[in-house]
């Protein structure tokens, strides 16, 4: 276990899986549906494991209702890599604060925070972004949209110029006090990643994510991982 002397370089990531299976029309949740028989979340957590990447503590955040199927999956299948299981909030903002929680006595640090349901995300974008958090302070991977974008007005609608637009993915990857500073502040609905958390507080890094990095969400997003997954396109 790491303590208060935690070098700098040292790397944390926090695994927030807390969904439910409302839009992939399944009763059970979707960081458990198996994805080439293995659970989502079991892929997830084996992307950040990788010992290349040398993450030190890997944390995972449940919602208590979940803790015991999780537990049993992991007792079901092999090379699960070691990890810390904490039960998350109500929201995703109060589960990653939760998550932080266990990472109380690191003295200094970067952390991941990354979503439970992305198991595809390549090596190269997670290196990258931890890389980029300890030279910037704050990172967030991202990808240029594919398609044309118009924002709504009372006028009808107008195009913007998707060169200056980025569709946000994970890791997300901070500096680990500037990440404490802001889950001190209250949460506000505006909140809808760890970048707007900090945002406030620091500028973000934009580091350059991938296509495949998908976040499964719906049955289409299953069966595309599983391709990829088949032929290793990662």
Known sequence: MASASSSPHHRFAILVAGGSGSRMGTEQPKQFLPLLGEPVLLHTLRRFA?????????????????????QAL????????????VVGGATRWASVKCGLVLLADE??????VHDGVRPL???????????????????????????SVRNLSQQGSYALNRARLRLVQTPQCFEINLLRRAYQLPELSTFTDDASVVEDLHAIHIVEGD???????????????EVLLRNQQL
């Open 50 to 70: 990788d010992a290349a990447l040398g993450v030190r503590r890997l944390i995972v955040v449940l919602p208590a209702e979940q803790v015991a199927t999780w």
């Open 74 to 85: 992991c007792a079901q299948h092999a090379q699960v890599p070691p990890h810390e299981l």
């Open 107 to 112: 003295a200094a640090g970067t952390v991941a």
């Open 121 to 147: 995300t390549p090596n190269r974008v997670i290196e990258s972004t931890f890389e980029a958090a300890y030279n910037h302070g704050a990172a967030v991977a991202a990808v240029v949209p594919k398609d």
């Open 211 to 225: 296509y495949r990095n998908l976040k499964i969400t719906t049955p289409e997003d299953m069966l595309l991982a």
